[in-house]
């Protein structure tokens, strides 16, 4: 009885993204604005487009470990679709040592439309991962605003002032906020709404939930923009 003749398995080629142990590691943190229509992009695809330009620009990236290997990159707070940001934050990480003016100049050549990179700086790994402290928000006024609606925002925002905590409904679950510490600002000026939302222990506000509160839901519906002036994360003083 004839055996049937085995034939080699064809030798598979290692990935190019695997990296040998201890290969180094540098991180970079690259603050930049998204504007115009590139605030329309989700929170994965915009990972994906700094995953592009990194390649595009020929960044030598720092792997993840398994079987697929993703460029170490990590945003401390997604950005909710619709809404511009002057000052977010990306962190990277690189396995060769560049001077961070070298990689921001190396980012500001793609010239992205509606990506604007701010700054780079190194930081220490031994920081671990960069956390969210607080941010800023400026809301335009709706395009039909009156003074009627300037009036009942005015009282709303004394209403908020007076008290001790505020809570919102999310999902089935109640968020609270103390009002001094966690909503240090929130002003109506001439032609915007200012507000800056200090994050908590456990799950904060957001910008909409502000919104909510105002009884102003509707102002993105009536030509409102909402915009993220600043970012402040632990451990650093206030950036913006």
């Not at 329309?40 to 700094?50: E, K, M, T």
């Not at 679709?81 to 396995?95: K, N």
């Amino acid at each position: 009885m004839s055996r049937a003749k085995r034939h080699p398995r064809p030798s598979s080629k290692p990935s190019p993204n695997l990296q040998p142990v201890g290969t180094p590691r540098h991180r970079y943190r690259v603050r930049f604005a998204k504007t115009g229509l590139l605030r329309w992009i989700s929170h994965r695809d915009l990972a994906n487009l700094w995953e592009r330009i990194g390649r595009r620009a020929e960044l030598p990236f720092s792997m993840t470990e398994g079987f697929n290997p993703k460029p170490r990159m990590q945003f401390p707070s997604a950005l909710s679709l619709g809404v511009e940001s002057l000052d977010e934050v990306l962190d990277l990480e690189l396995r060769e040592d560049w001077p961070a003016e070298k990689l921001l100049e190396r980012l500001q050549t793609d010239d992205q439309p509606g990506l604007t990179i701010n700054s780079v700086k190194k930081v220490d790994l031994a920081e671990g991962k960069s956390q969210l402290a607080a941010m800023n928000y400026a809301v335009s006024l709706p395009d039909d605003f009156t003074e009627d609606d300037a009036k009942r925002t005015a009282v709303a925002i004394e209403e908020i002032k007076q008290k001790l905590t505020v809570s919102i409904d999310r999902k089935g679950k109640t968020v609270t906020a103390h009002v001094q510490s966690q909503l240090p600002i929130l002003d109506l000026q001439p032609d915007k709404l200012i507000a800056r939302i200090v994050i908590g222990d456990g799950a904060s506000l957001k910008i909409q939930d502000i919104l909510d509160l105002l009884g102003a839901s509707n102002w993105p519906d009536r030509g409102a923009t909402i915009v993220r002036t600043g970012m402040n994360l632990k451990g650093e003083t206030e950036h913006s």
